[in-house]
């Protein structure tokens, strides 16, 4: 990749990092104590969408450190050092799978198939939401069971906190990605260079 391109693309990453976590002190809690709203996942989405699965998975990692530090280890939600790994630079490193449709997507929005692009970018928001809440998921019966209301399984508690935060979220990014897909494309289409071109970069 051109020098100066590489260098616009660890800015951008930096930014979504910084976004995602300054994102997460609006109030995200629900009903349900335990399950989250997470706002954090909108920006990442479209650094996936707009340069891919690296980006956004190296965005991902800063966020969750930073989340890590700035709240984690404060607010009890770092239980020992095993749990602390998985839920945090694990976790919020997979959200860069959301990039796993960013070829496609790209070559749909570059082509004007904005219904396919949107469906792309959807799947993308999907599997990288679906990723990282697994993770919670797995860690919630191992670590967190003892967390449950009084007389329920761990695997049912883990999985309406952590299946209820992977859904509200998944539902939320995609209703906003959907609206900025139409209001600011460009964000989506970056303008330094062809990004699919088979060129050496
Ligand atoms: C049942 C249960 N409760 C809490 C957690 C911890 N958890 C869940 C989701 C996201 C994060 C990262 C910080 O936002 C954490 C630590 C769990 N896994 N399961």
């Given at each position: ?155 049912i508690y883990s999985l309406i906190v952590n299946g209820g935060s992977a859904l509200f979220s998944t539902v939320l990014a995609i209703v906003v990605v959907g609206i900025l897909l139409t209001v600011a494309p460009q964000l989506f289409i970056a303008k330094d260079g062809k990004s699919l071109s088979t060129?050496?970069?």
């Amino acid at each position: 990749m051109q020098q100066h391109k590489r260098l616009v693309v660890i800015l951008e990453t930096a930014i979504i990092a910084a976004f995602a976590m300054a994102l997460t002190y609006i109030p995200h809690t629900t009903g349900v104590s335990a399950i989250e709203l997470n706002y954090g996942l909108i920006p990442i989405a479209v650094l996936a969408m707009r340069r891919g699965a690296i980006p956004a998975a190296w965005a991902g990692f800063v966020w969750g450190i930073l989340d890590l530090i700035l709240r984690g280890l404060s607010g009890g939600s770092v239980l020992n050092p095993i749990q602390g790994f998985l839920e945090y630079p694990i976790a919020f490193t997979l959200v860069g799978l959301m990039g796993l449709t960013y070829a496609a997507f790209q070559k749909n929005v570059r082509g004007g198939e904005k219904v396919k692009a949107s469906g792309y970018a959807f799947a993308g928001i999907i599997i990288g939401t679906f990723a990282k809440y697994f993770i919670h998921f797995i860690a919630g019966v191992v670590f967190w069971g003892s967390y449950a209301p009084k007389g329920m399984n761990a695997w049912i508690y883990s999985l309406i906190v952590n299946g209820g935060s992977a859904l509200f979220s998944t539902v939320l990014a995609i209703v906003v990605v959907g609206i900025l897909l139409t209001v600011a494309p460009q964000l989506f289409i970056a303008k330094d260079g062809k990004s699919l071109s088979t060129k050496a970069a």
